[in-house]
Nanobody, 113 residues
């Protein structure tokens, strides 16, 4: 059974930075899509950043501030978040799609002064 575990969330002031990590407990086989989603309070879950077989993509709201990366040798992916805004507050989830679809449990990110 594969599990994804996020870490790195917390409370940060506007303009600050956080780095989220997502670690897989085991091999998930073929991968064609890795991503970070977030769910702001009272809103729908939205795609923040993703890596496909051909491109790296970001939501317009985070372009230039967030960077998604993956380290297949360590079965991890990360989201570096810089210049954080209050609007970035929410629960962040890692997602991996391939032979199966896996979701992390979520980690809270709160941006507040």
């Amino acid at each position: 059974q594969v599990q994804l575990v996020e870490s790195g969330g917390g409370l940060v002031q506007p303009g600050g930075s956080l780095r989220l990590s997502c670690a897989a407990s085991g091999s998930i086989g073929r991968i064609y899509f890795v991503a970070w989603y977030r769910q702001p309070p009272g809103k729908q879950r939205e795609l923040v950043a993703s890596i496909t077989t051909s491109s790296i993509n970001y939501a317009d709201s985070v372009k230039g501030r967030f960077t998604i990366s993956r380290d297949d040798a360590k079965n991890t992916q990360s989201l570096q978040m810089n210049s954080l805004k209050v609007e970035d507050t929410g629960v962040y989830y890692c997602n991996v799609r391939g032979d199966t679809v896996q979701w992390g449990q979520g980690t809270q990110v709160t941006v507040s002064s």
